[in-house]
């Protein structure tokens, strides 16, 4: 049993959260950027930042927070069901 496991976290969750910190981490920079901090605005790299990878950053992220809030709030069902699958031989 690993450490994620006894704490209650499973190795997937610890993947979305790091995922999720990622995305955060990007989507602060997407913003200093879009405020002009080190930047020239004249370049397409800064629009395509700001119109499309900052926001795509910040709806992922909310997804991923919405995967994890998700998982832990139902996360008893789930370690059930894996159990159950891992116990039934395929077949």
């Avoid at 119109?51 to 709806?59: D, G, N, Q, R």
């Amino acid at each position: 049993m690993t450490c994620a496991k006894r704490a209650g976290w499973s190795a997937r969750q610890g993947d979305h959260l790091a995922l999720g910190g990622g995305l955060l981490v990007r989507a602060e920079l997407g913003l200093a950027w879009a405020f002009g901090l080190g930047t020239d605005t004249g370049t397409p790299f800064y629009w395509l930042n700001l119109l499309l990878y900052s926001p795509l950053c910040v709806a992922l992220r909310l997804a991923t927070d919405a995967v994890l809030m998700r998982a832990s709030s139902s996360g008893s069902k789930h370690e059930v069901g894996a159990a159950r699958r891992e116990a039934v031989p395929p077949g």
